[in-house]
């Protein structure tokens, strides 16, 4: 590899060096900045910009040109309900159940993972033996691919899967879990706690580590009782670190689609299609493409993930004052 | 409650273990269990034949019915032990099956053909690897192809992406020129474009761009990322400019101090970001399944959901793929763990 690479440098060299005769040592920044800016601009500033054409204008033509204006007609139809709390009553129903399916995940999602990465980043903070091996325990499943997690629980949940093996065992009986609405999405719900949850952990836990050890033992002296000490000190001196993992949880968790498309495909019916699948579906889908709509929609989760981000923002730069 | 947490919060029990330590190991071997078991099983299943995969309810490891090679039969038979009749306890191979009766002979006597009902034979069976499953990936699937494309679109796109952040990092860190705040801003900035807001713009410059159904067109989008500016211009900081000035004083040209001894300085940064990018690129799922959607380009990402999508699942072949996909980044992760550890604490991505 790095004999295809050295060559590749020299020969950048030459045209670097005479720029830095042109330009100067300084203005030479900008040359240094100009791919990375160029790609920003190009895969990132332009889209935010064209997006709000694409929102704006109908048809399912993907040129802006063939596009004509209708001005806040895809969101009046995104809009268009009687009862925004009843899909049903919805003319874009899809778009609602999306909606409300997403609101749903995120809050179940993101409660019980951060409630489970906090009870594990505290054991594992505990003076247990074999630390680094549970902890990496508990961190592999973020490496695998959505598609793969997707498949394992399959595998595991499918009809004659392990799972209703071990359930006829036990007398409890087994049952088609995908096939049942709530259940594909309480168990897409389980597979995306079990997938991501490690990786909050670790953050959890390098907060944990980051509370001063003398805190504790004046606690200690002082005979304050573990539940005292744990609200006292631990939770107080954690919060930051909660905050962090709550907004970025929640970034994560709105922006849900990789392993529950692969693992429900959205169904039964709509019981798991979320936000992003809807936009996925509308616009690159379905026949006619919907960009339109597809466009519309991304506004309005680029608006709700703008203000998380916003937060986030703000709680690092806090965190980093104090 | 109090309780509950006495023991989430109890340091070590002095000398032998507290109550509060069993409980704390319960729960992380319940979650070895949760955790490993689950990957366990899917290697193990890929290893199983159809038959047994089948099965249910199923069993734990694989097994297949041992098979003998017989005088005057081209293919290798079946091995039952006799259940009933004159024969029983002897070993027998089948050489036909039909109607409930089988035809078998005794493996040192092939000529005597002895008729008898099947249910007094029982299979013998012993625990067995079953290949085939990831040997036929190779005969029936475009497997290679789909390897291929997703190395050639790791590993551009990790090149390109470590070229270009940390350009633009060495600029930003070791440079005074006017601007510098705003482009900061910017990168800032693109923090808050997800690409998942803004997928129908982008496929659209994808397009003009002519790289639809072509793999530059999931490595170039995806090439230049704000966390990896940030991760390495922190860094690059931190490496004093009295060097740069020596060099400067020897003639090197910029360029050259970027590449002989920023960039080797950086070493350790590179590495974090170059790990996490082969993870996100190895995965990556979305925008790939809306760029590439003939089969021939397929990642192994799209090719795994789109064999799971067909009305009949081949749960063998599958299976085997899924093991085959996980496995770079596993070999990955057991050799590089401590840096993916830093490298995603440190970003907050992942």
Known sequence: MLSIISPLMRLIEIPMLALQRLLGINRLAWVFLLPNLVLFGLFAFLPVILNFFYATSGSDNVMLADRPYVGARNFVTLMDCSSYLDPNTCREDKFWRAVWNTSWFVTLQVGFMVGFSLLTAIILNRDIRARGFFRSVFFFPVLLSPVVVALIWKWILQREGVMNAFLDWTGIGGYNWLVDAQWAFTWSVFISVWAHMGFYTLILLAGLQAIPRDVYEAATMDRASPWRTFRRITLPLLSPTMLVVLVLALIKGVQTFDEIYAFTGGGPGTATTFIIQYIYEEGFAGAPRLFGLAAAASLMVAIVLLILTLIQLWVNRRNADG | ?350
């Open chain 2, 1 to 350: 409650m109090s309780r509950i947490f006495s023991f989430l919060t109890a340091t070590r029990g002095k000398g032998r273990l507290h109550w509060t330590d069993w409980v704390s190991y319960g729960y992380l071997l319940f979650g070895v269990l949760l955790m490993f078991g689950p990957v366990v099983w899917l290697v193990l299943s890929s290893f199983k034949t159809p038959n047994e995969l089948d099965r249910f309810p199923p069993r734990f490891l694989p097994y297949a019915q041992d098979v003998a090679e017989v005088e005057g039969f081209e293919e290798p038979l079946l091995l039952f032990t006799v259940t009933e009749g004159d024969l029983a306890g002897q070993i027998v191979a089948q050489t036909r099956r039909a109607a409930g009766r089988a035809e078998v002979v005794l493996p040192d006597d092939p000529e005597n053909r002895i008729r008898m009902p099947a249910a007094n034979l029982e299979a013998i069976e012993g625990i067995a690897f079953a290949t085939e499953n990831y040997t036929s990936l190779f005969e029936r699937f475009n497997f290679l192809r789909f390897f291929w494309n997703s190395t050639f679109i790791t590993v551009m796109a990790t090149l390109i992406m470590l070229l270009v952040n940390s350009m633009a990092a060495f600029a930003l860190s070791k440079y005074q020129f006017r601007g510098r705040t705003a482009v900061l801003l910017m990168v800032v900035g693109t923090l808050m474009i997800p690409q998942t807001v803004v997928l129908v713009p982008l496929f659209l410059i994808t397009f003009e761009l002519g790289m639809l159904n072509s793999l530059w067109g999931v490595i170039i989008p995806g090439a230049a990322t704000p966390t990896g500016v940030f991760l390495l211009r922190q860094y690059m900081i931190t490496i004093p400019d009295e060097i740069l000035d020596a060099a400067r004083m020897d003639k090197a040209s910029e360029w050259k101090i970027f590449w002989r001894i920023i960039i080797p300085l950086s070493a350790p940064a590179i590495a974090v970001l170059a790990i996490l990018a082969i993870m996100w690129r190895w995965n990556d799922f979305l925008w790939p399944l809306i760029v590439l959607t003939r089969s021939e380009n397929f990642t192994l990402q799209l090719a795994l959901n789109s064999f799971q999508g067909e009305l009949q699942t081949d749960w063998p072949s599958l299976l085997a793929m899924t093991v085959l996909t996980l496995l770079p980044i596993a070999a990955v992760f057991m050799f590089l763990q401590k840096y993916i550890a830093t490298g995603i604490a440190s970003t907050g991505g992942k």
